[in-house]
């Protein structure tokens, strides 16, 4: 699902804007199956991007473009997200019509659900069950505020692209995490995001995107605790959740931090069977973003959680061009490129 379409072009170029790093991935589609032909990652500096807002649209804007110039890409038209607080994901019946009779029906019943003024969203939505013969249709609904929107295309118009299309954080996600984990579209499954600021808990039911959480949890906490209790450096502690071996230093955070995550996951498992008619629970759960990687963290959410927590990989079933990495190491960024492969992804 995407605000505005792709154009039939060989090659997609996501664009991901996060807090404490950009990434850049390009899908080549010309031979009939995405292959990722190129990741490139760039650091942005400390509170230009504070929990997804924007606060130095210059700085960022000169990172992108500094991002494509050593990348090498050329193609301006990119494939972006929005997400957070302003932005409504939800799923409502209506009654069953053709999907072109239904955006006046959606549109009205959207203002019962979404908390702004409908006059200042862009809205989008997609039927969950057109073949189906009830009386009422699933439909997923998605509004996001205008003014997030443009002020979007506005910093990529400073960077001299261009946003081809404009997608939501939990659907870019969902985009790769699809490709790569097929049987965890059936049943229900969460995935757990663990951005630079926030994290994000998405529960997918049966291949369908259902509820997303933001919590205010990401590595820039469990940084701050080191910082502050253990009295590291910046340098020292991004050393500790970087690194591979778990630490008498750094578990008594991850232990805290990682129970906080898990009751976020609860508390939407919780919500789901309130709001399920079957009553249906989370019998899976993956974690990506940059906080994934946090020494332990995976054991005390699966100790929390009393079920196996996975780290994902977006390119475990996806074809990987030789030299697509450059530098990188391939352990170390893949678990940060969930979202920006998931939006490379999309093509009409």
Request: charged share 25%.
């Amino acid at each position: 699902m995407a605000f505005l379409g792709l154009g039939k072009q060989s090659k997609t170029v996501g664009l991901d804007i996060g807090s404490g790093l950009i990434k850049l991935a390009v899908i080549d589609h010309s031979a009939g199956r995405p292959v990722l032909t190129q990741v490139s990652v760039t650091p942005v500096l400390a509170d230009a991007i504070v929990e997804g807002e924007i606060m130095d649209p210059g700085v960022v804007a000169d990172a992108i473009r500094g991002l494509f110039v050593s990348a090498g890409v050329k193609q301006k038209k990119v494939a972006v997200a929005v997400g957070g607080r302003d932005v409504i994901v939800k799923k409502i019946q209506v009654d069953r019509m053709s999907e072109a009779d239904a955006f006046d029906v959606v549109r009205w019943e959207a203002q019962q659900y979404v908390p702004f003024d409908i006059e200042g969203v862009e809205l989008d939505f997609q039927v969950l069950d057109p073949d189906g013969e009830g009386l009422q249709m699933d439909v997923l609904l998605v509004a996001a505020k205008r003014e997030l929107v443009e002020t979007k295309m506005a910093l990529l118009g400073d960077a001299g692209l261009d946003a081809q299309v404009v997608d939501v954080d939990a659907f870019a996600l969902h985009n790769a995490f699809e490709l790569n984990y097929p049987a965890a579209m059936r049943g229900v499954a969460a995935l757990i995001n663990i951005g630079h600021e926030v994290t994000n808990v998405n529960v997918v039911q049966d291949g369908v995107p259902l509820l997303t959480r933001d919590l205010s949890i990401g590595t820039r906490k469990f940084r701050e605790d080191l910082q502050r209790e253990r009295g590291l450096s910046s340098e020292a502690a991004d050393g500790l959740l970087q690194g591979y071996e778990r630490s008498p230093d750094l578990d008594p955070y991850v232990q805290n931090r990682g129970e906080e995550i898990a009751v976020g996951v609860e508390r939407a498992a919780a919500f789901l069977q309130t709001a399920s008619r079957d009553s249906a629970t989370i019998a899976r759960v993956f974690c990506c973003g940059g906080g994934a990687r946090i020494p332990g963290l995976t054991d005390v959410m699966s100790r929390r959680l009393r079920m196996p927590v996975e780290v994902a990989n977006p390119i475990q079933a996806l074809e990987v061009k030789n030299g697509a990495f450059g530098p990188l190491s391939v352990d170390e960024v893949a678990p940060l490129l969930m979202q920006v492969v998931g939006l490379a992804l999309r093509r009409a």
